[in-house]
């Protein structure tokens, strides 16, 4: 088991990076998944702003005989956390995610106040773990020294 590594699936739900071939479809999607099974790596990334990723992890998933900690991120919404997330559950065919992060730090500072959904979300059971994706030191440090 190798936990220092995580899959990332923003491919399986849009083009994106460097893979010039495109979104793999659900044969490979599902080769994919069970090589890095075999290879140790039991967690995924993924979010609800990786266009429909969550449903095709679902949708393979439930064929597989594969088990992944799935950490998915809430993205820049206008809906609340709770709705997403439950979009999230169902395209997913869980109940509970492992982790589930703050994908755009801004949202975090023009309404801090969001955290709470987080923790309420947490301790209803649905998440195990939260945090933040960030990306920059500069952002680690309004977390570290906010009240």
Not at 85 to 97: E, R, Y
Request: hydrophobic fraction near 35%.
């Amino acid at each position: 088991m190798n936990n220092k590594l995580i899959l990332g699936t923003v491919q399986f739900g849009c083009q994106y990076g460097i893979n010039s071939a495109g979104r793999p479809d659900e044969k490979t999607v599902l080769e994919i998944l069970d090589l890095a099974y075999h290879s140790g790596i039991t967690n995924l990334d993924t979010s609800s702003a990786y266009g429909n990723a969550e449903y095709i992890l679902g949708k393979v998933l439930s064929a597989s005989d594969s088990s992944f900690q799935i950490i998915s991120k809430y993205p820049e919404s206008g809906k609340s956390v709770a709705t997403v997330l439950d979009q999230t559950l169902t395209d997913l065919h869980v109940s509970s995610v492992y982790g589930y992060l703050l994908h755009h730090f801004r949202v975090y500072q023009n309404n801090p106040e969001i955290w709470k959904e987080f923790l309420d979300l947490k301790e209803r059971g649905k998440l195990k773990k939260i945090g933040f994706s960030l990306y920059s030191p500069s952002e680690l440090e309004i977390l570290l020294t906010d009240d």
